[in-house]
């Protein structure tokens, strides 16, 4: 089996970004918020990063030819957008370049496009998520391989039993797919796991300029972020996982982990007036504004992180980053800034047991964020989604421009 490209991502991040995973990020602690806190405004950061990621896809389109490119590449306007999901292939019906149809020079190309478009944290996150669908297609949980590229990996693995692992919307729902729940064409039948069955596109022209977006996904992942000049909004964006947790030579690997550890810490830093307000009253089990749930809104429930002490809102800061940090470090620092001008309008909202490493629901809500975390009937399988409900698919920063 050749080496997976989700663990060549990984080495190139190097000893001390793998170590990172592990340990707590060391950042001065949020100021606290005020009405004075800048708003996601651009800068010489979030410039120099839509230059960077600009160059990368030119570098990147330069490698296919006129038939890829005609994949990989769509109308900023197109229904492209919205077309995601956390289904695996088999389910869903992607578009784009296949990872798995591409020679290693493009693969290695399209690499450096994600590198350059996300922090290195979140490069970790999104290999790690990656490599974890290559684990559960090899361990005999994923589906035969069907079509797979040159540089496949050996097959592994039959189709499993039963429903599909990832999911749809919530009720039966129309989702992406067309059908109850995002089904597309397959009905469940024949579902493909592992690193080649991620895809990406091209929404719009790269540009330094004008808006276009970036799309990469596949099972248990959904990347959308638009680029309009220096501003730029990752959302809608799904990190899920499935292996949640996992060993891989000789190394466990939490794609998720510090999302869970750090909610843990905030909800048992909570005293009990706070507790009572933060854990709602009736179970949520998956999540409430998933794929085909665009323009949904709900009401903020929970705890108001305006009655947090100064150290808990911090902590509830670096939950968020998790998120929010996934994209360029040029663009997080300023939707950071944007969420902790808002701060006092934000909502704690706990569902579930809050004993550590449990499996419990929590989201966090404000006026232009939603994060929900939800495992799927245990620890081992979570899903997640990352949304503004001003801003998903940059619809105000394109509408700027």
Known sequence: MRVTDALSMLAALGASAVFAAHVPAQRAAPSPPSSTTPSSAPSPASAEATSRIVASAQAFLKTLDDTARTKVQFPFDSPQKTKWSNLPTGIFAREGLRMGDLTPAQRKAAQSLLAAALSENGYRKVSEIVLGDEVLRTSGSGGAPRGRGPNSAAPGGGAPGGGPPGGGPPGGAP????????????????????????????????????????????????????????????????????????????????????????????IESLDAAQREKAVLGYRVSDLVLGPGQDGR????????????????????????????????????????????????????????PTTKDSAAYFRIQGPTLVIEYAPQGGVDHIHTIYRDPTNDYGAKIAAAK
């Open 297 to 352: 809104v709900i009401q903020p429930e929970g705890l108001r992180a305006s009655t947090l002490t100064p150290a808990q809102q911090t902590m509830l800061l670096e939950i968020v980053r998790e998120w929010a940090g996934i994209m360029a470090d040029g663009y997080a620092e300023a939707r950071m800034a944007e969420i902790r001008a808002n701060l006092a309008d934000t909502w704690f909202a706990w569902s579930g």
């Open 175 to 266: 989702g992406p797919g067309g059908g109850p729940g995002g089904r597309g064409p397959g009905g469940g039948r024949g579902l493909i796991f592992g690193e080649d069955e991620y895809y990406l596109a091209l929404i719009g022209e790269p540009s330094t300029t004008t808006p276009w977006m970036l799309q990469y996904g596949g099972h248990h992942l959904a990347i959308n972020l638009t680029m309009a000049g220096s501003r730029a909004s990752m959302t809608p964006s799904l990190p899920a996982a499935q292996p949640a947790s996992f060993t891989f030579q000789g190394r466990e690997i939490r794609p998720l982990g510090k999302e869970s550890d750090k909610a843990f810490a905030l």
